[in-house]
């Protein structure tokens, strides 16, 4: 039995709550995993997790070596990028989910930089703007939009992205220009709707006009649950939207959006890179998490930093 191999397993297998995820994300056989956990358990002589058929749980002398293999893993790590060439050189495989039109407005283009600093970081970059679970995934980290629901994960805000409200001229030739946010609400108008995964429903937006202050909810034709679907359906007329600077900007400059509502404001949307309380923050994921607020940071500036 490989010990340094047999306890990543076990450490995988708790994260995951399975052996079968567990087993995906090492890029092994379940047969394999199972052997190994079974094998440091036998060598401890101390039963470390409860088997049912449904779900694996971790024992109370299990959550204990749990603890002290997270620690030995991460001093392993750390011994080897205290090495002069690893410190200089982060490496190794990085799994990370980012919303769809930041990766691909913003972080990819951006990307070559990026590789050609650190050549041998290799990405796994999922793109989506689904609620991913980052323990039960295996990702290292995750950058999302809104504030944190789960306060158990390790949060940097790196920026805050200012929103506004806009419409395609093809729309408002046809149903005509709203003047104020209560419009949205009428019969003659529509939104394009975001359903947001983590709650569930489609998202209100609280607009503020000097001491005025108004939610809109708004009637839809079409909700979608990706960004880059969004924008385009408020491209192709179905409705008024929401959007942060960024990906109206170059919308704005062709002429094929315009700005709504002028002199009423929305609260910012922080951007957080998080990560699980558990995961060591090696070399590598210290580089990117510091490349990502870099870069937002020409974007879309934290508006305010006293209340960080």
Known sequence: MDRFDAMQAFARVVEAGSFTKAAETLRMSKTTVTQLVQQLEARLRVK????TTRKVNVTADGAAYYERVL????????????LSSASAAPRGRLRVDVPSPLARMILIPALPAFHAQYPDIQLDMGVSD????????????VVRGGELTDQSLVA?????LQIRVYAAPSYLE???TPLHPHELEGLHHRIVCFLWERAGKAFSHTMRYGHEAVKVQGRYVLAVDDGNAYLAAGLAGLGVLWLPDYMAKPHLARGELVPLFEGWR??????????????????????????VAELMAQHAPISDR???
């Open 266 to 291: 929305l609260d910012p949307m922080p951007l957080y890179v998080a990560f699980p309380p558990n995961r060591h923050v090696s070399a590598k994921l210290r580089v990117f998490i510091e490349w």
């Open 174 to 176: 046809r149903a005509g």
């Open 48 to 51: 470390l997790l409860n088997r």
């Open 156 to 160: 940097r805000r790196v920026c805050d």
């Open 130 to 141: 689904r609620m991913v679970d980052i323990i039960g995934d295996n990702v290292d980290c």
């Open 306 to 308: 006293r209340d960080l």
């Open 71 to 82: 620690r030995m893993l991460a001093d392993l790590d750390d011994a080897e990028t205290s």
